[in-house]
Structure formats: C-alpha cells, structure tokens
C-alpha cells in the first residue's frame, strides 16, 4: 500500500468501486457530508454578532454542501458514462472554485445546458474586467470572496500597487442558508439519500445524458419523474413538505458532469486588449484609428 493511500483527501477511489458498493457507500456518506453542514450553518447562527467569522462558518457550510451536489451527479450520470466521468468529478470533491460553482448554480436559471455552461465559464474565469468601460483587472470574485473571509493578505492591484486586506464578512452570503444547503436537505428529505433512493434517482436520470441542447425543462421533468418515483417505493420521510418540492425544482440545477468547473487562466495582455477595444468602442470609433 502506498503512503498516499493512507489517510484523507481519497474520494478518488470511488472511481474503482464496483457500482453496487459505491451505491452503498454515497448511502453512507450522504447523511454525514449533510449533518456536516448543517452544523456549520447552525454554529454561524449562533455567532451572527460576529458578521466575519459568520460568514466563514456559513461558507464552509455552503461548501460541504456543495459536495453533495457533485456526489449526486454522479447518481445522475448514465451508468455507460459514469466511468468515464467520475474521475473528474472527484476531482471537483475537493477543488474549492468548484464546490463554489455548483452552490452558485443552485440560483441561476438557464434555457439549455449551452447557457449554463456559458455563465459557468464565465464565473471560472481567473480574472475579469470591472467598471463601465472595464478600468479594473480583478481577480475570480468566489475566490476573492472566500480567501478575503479567511485570511488577511497582502493584495496586489492592476497598477502594480500592494495593500493590506483585513478579512471581512462576504457580501455574497446573505443571511438566508446557504442554496445549496437547501437543495441537499430536500434530497434528504425525499429519501434520496438511502441505497434505494440513490438507486431510484439513478434509474430515472439514466435515460437522459445531458449535453449542450438539454433544455431546463428535462431537467425538471426528471426531477419530478424523480420525486414520483420516490413516493411509489415509499421512500419520501415523515419531514418532507411542499417546501421540498419547490426547493428540488427550482434550485437543484441542470447536472453539470459534462462542464468545465476549473479555473480558466485569463493573460492580463488579454484583458488589456479588451480594455482598449472597450474604450474605443465608448468613444465611437475603431481602434485602427
């Protein structure tokens, strides 16, 4: 056995479980990654007279969470395509900019997959323009957010200038709980989280491999084809309500397994072109001139 074998960070192995062990084993984990986080978020209500420290409780919350999301993509990925796909998605387990992108897609609302996967590249993005004519280079703001609520740190501007950041409560986490929170609570409450509710979740989505012409709707109908499912074999717990169900169909996105949820590298030369082209086109003219 090698040394890296031991220990934590192996979600990895998942990729070689046999599908019946692995079926059993997500029923494990499900509920722990789920207790995870709601102690979390509980715990930043407790302190909410400490905005900062807070907001960082509440973002490990929505980050825990978040890795249910990627786990049940799994469970609705194809079984002909999950070999191929899961590595990958391990992968994301522990990337922290991917965990953020699917608490992040929980409130987005794309026509097809194409649009989906358009605002994701969009968010993955290591650096972008700020401003009306995009005077600012700035830096991947889930990121920024999430680095700037942990840690003070020597910050370097476009203009070459350093500053000190102090950490601060995140604009970006309001006080509501966290969506993905949400979403991985009704999973929970449908009964999606027992071997059979994996399994029933799986048979559903299996017939359906999401690509860039996928509408929203499908999404949807498998959801709901989903929750019907789960009532017939009696596997819906004695705490679902109507909240549940609104909350499964109107947040839990689109499957995101054949996405792109790395940082995508932005050259500053890139973005100091399309500063330029902005300014011309602000001005009226073409930059040949």
């Not at 027992?194 to 989505?205: D, P, T």
Request: include cysteine.
């Amino acid at each position: 056995m090698a040394k890296t074998d031991i220990g934590l960070r192996q979600a990895h192995k998942l990729a070689n479980m046999p599908a019946d062990k692995r079926t059993a084993f997500l029923a494990e984990g499900l509920p722990i990654l789920l207790e995870s986080a709601r102690g979390l978020y509980a715990a930043s209500q407790k302190i909410s007279d400490m905005p900062r420290e807070s907001s960082v409780l509440k973002g490990h919350a929505e980050e825990e969470a978040a890795k249910i999301l990627i786990l049940m993509d799994i469970v609705r990925c194809p079984k002909k395509l999950v070999a191929g796909r899961i590595g990958t998605l391990m992968s994301w387990y522990y990337d922290h900019l991917s965990r953020l992108l699917y608490a992040e897609a929980c409130q987005w609302h794309p026509v097809d997959l194409k649009e989906l996967r358009k605002i994701i590249d969009n968010n993955r993005a290591t650096h972008y323009l700020e401003g009306g004519m995009g005077e600012y280079i700035l830096p991947n703001d889930l990121i920024y957010q999430r680095e700037t609520r942990l840690y003070a740190d020597i910050e370097g501007l476009d203009d070459g200038t350093l500053q000190w950041v102090a950490p601060n409560a995140s604009i970006r986490l309001f006080d509501s709980k966290p969506n993905a929170l949400v979403v991985a609570e009704a999973l929970s409450a449908v009964g999606a989280f027992s071997i059979k509710g994996i399994n029933a979740i799986s048979a559903v989505w299996n017939e359906v491999d999401f690509q860039d012409d996928t509408s929203h709707h499908e999404s949807e109908r498998l959801i709901v084809a989903s929750l019907e499912r789960l009532i017939k074999d009696k596997l819906v717990t004695d705490a679902a309500n109507d909240d549940h169900v609104r909350h499964l169909r109107g947040r839990w996105q689109m499957p995101l397994y054949v996405l792109d949820m790395k940082a995508k590298a932005v050259e500053r030369e890139a973005l100091e072109e399309e500063q330029e082209r902005m300014l011309w086109a602000e001005m009226g003219v073409g930059n040949e001139y």
